[in-house]
C-alpha cells in the first residue's frame, strides 16, 4: 500500500479499537460484579494495559536502539502528557458512563442504554476536535497561538451531520423508553343464554 494511504489503515485500525473498547469494557465491568469497586478495578486493568502498550513498548524501543531518542523539549514533555491524560481521562468516563447507564436504565434491563454511549462519544469528540483544530494553530515554542484556519465548507457539512446523528441518537433512547400502545382488549360478543323449550302437557 502506498504510504500516503498508510494513514487511513491506521485511522481505521483507531476506530476499530475505540468502536470495541465501549462493549468490551461495559462487559469486563459487569463480570467483575458492576458496582463501583468493579468499575474501579477495571480502570486499573485499562491503566494496566496502558501502561504495557503506552510505556514498556516504546521504551523497549528506545533501549534497543531501533528508533533515537527524539528531542526532550519542554513544550513537548508537556503536551504530550497533556493528550495522554486526556486519553485516560476519556477511558475512565467511559467506564463512569457504563455504569451509570446501569443505573439508570429501566428496571430489569441494565443493558439496554449500552449501545448509546459510544455513539454519543464519537460524535462529540469531533466536533470538539474540529473547533479546536481550526482556531488552535501552536508553533514551534509557542503553543499559545490561536488564529482561524477554515477548512473546506464540506468538513463543516459533515459535522452537522455528526451533530445531526447525536439527535437520533438521543431521540432513539426516548422512543425505545416510551412504551408501545397495546391494542384494546377484544371482548367477547356476549350471546343470549340458552333458553329451555317449554313443555305443555
Known sequence: MADKHLWLVYVALAGLSWGTYVPMIFYGGNELGGRPNARLMAILCVGLAYFLIGVVFPLAMFLTGQYPWPALKMTGLVFSGLAGAAGALGAICVIFATQ????????????????????????????????????????????FHFERKAPHPLLWLGIILVAAGAGLVLYAKELSETPTPQPPAQTARAEPPATTPEVRP
Open 100 to 143: 451509570s447507564a446501569r443505573a439508570a436504565a429501566p428496571a430489569g434491563n441494565p443493558d439496554a442504554y449500552r449501545v448509546y454511549i459510544a455513539p454519543l462519544i464519537f460524535a462529540l469528540a469531533p466536533v470538539i476536535n474540529t473547533l479546536v483544530s481550526t482556531f488552535w494553530h501552536p508553533r514551534a515554542g509557542e503553543w
